[in-house]
């Protein structure tokens, strides 16, 4: 079963803290996991991935951890600002093939001032 | 920094009639890709290209979907008699091929079928 689960659905975080989604995936043929970002009205932008070889990737205020036994990833952003609100996707590329993308259902961030 | 672009940012079209959506992936890349996104829902998967040929394609791109790579910049996706439920934005996206490489995404068509 290729399927991502993503939770929570919506974030609310107080500008300054610190904002957690998570990942889960079933299916073990996958071989490295982006997260996007999307504005309204505008197309997903690659924020950062990970390969499942690394447990952790930081760049600024994004890390992404992720555990290979648990099948479980998450997306942490530090010191969360306003203009992070945004819709989040973490996805799974599948390996082998052509490597489509398997979307998580988004989590919809608001980031109050 | 290249970039995947789209045309028309908006098509609105009536039940039955044929759409083409148009993306011009960033050059040198060697997959392509389409993508859907119902309002509120996730991005799901609907077709993958390479080499002039339909490499995988998803359970929602039947029959009355097709694509093409006209010329060596141009990727199209045609609907050939548009249904209510097509009404969606679709996402073009491509990338190199060199490994560990990402999917850049184009901004997207908002498809309205009235």
């Known amino acids: 079963q290729q399927q991502v689960k993503q939770s929570p659905q919506s974030l609310i975080v107080q500008k300054g803290g610190i904002s957690i989604i998570n990942c889960a995936y079933e299916n073990t043929a996958f071989d490295y996991f982006p997260w996007y970002q999307q504005f309204p009205g505008k197309g997903p932008a690659l924020l950062i991935a990970?390969?499942?070889?690394?447990s952790e990737k930081k760049e600024g205020r994004f890390t992404i951890s992720f555990n290979k036994s648990a099948k479980q990833f998450s997306l942490h952003i530090m010191d969360s600002q306003p203009g992070d609100s945004a819709t989040y996707f973490c996805?799974?590329?599948?390996?082998?093939?052509?490597?489509?993308?398997?979307f998580g259902a988004g989590t919809r961030l608001a980031v109050h001032p | 920094e290249p970039e995947v672009t789209q045309t028309p940012s908006h098509q609105v079209t009536q039940m039955g009639q044929e759409v083409i959506l148009r993306c011009v992936p960033i050059?040198?890349?060697?997959?392509f890709y389409w993508y859907r996104q119902i309002l509120g829902q996730k991005v799901e998967f609907l077709v993958s290209?390479?080499?002039?040929?339909?490499?995988?394609k998803s359970e929602i791109f039947d029959d009355q979907f097709s694509v093409e790579r006209p010329d060596g910049s141009n990727f199209t996706l045609k609907i050939r008699s548009t249904k209510l439920e097509d009404s969606a934005m679709y996402f073009c996206?491509?990338?190199?091929?060199?490994?560990?490489?990402?999917?850049?995404f184009g901004p997207g068509t908002r498809l309205t079928v009235l």
């Open positions: 990970i390969r499942p070889d690394v």
């Open positions: 996206a491509s990338r190199a091929g060199t490994g560990f490489d990402t999917q850049y």
């Open positions: 050059s040198n890349h060697l997959y």
């Open positions: 290209f390479y080499n002039n040929e339909i490499s995988e």
């Open positions: 996805a799974a590329r599948t390996s082998g093939g052509y490597n489509k993308l398997i």
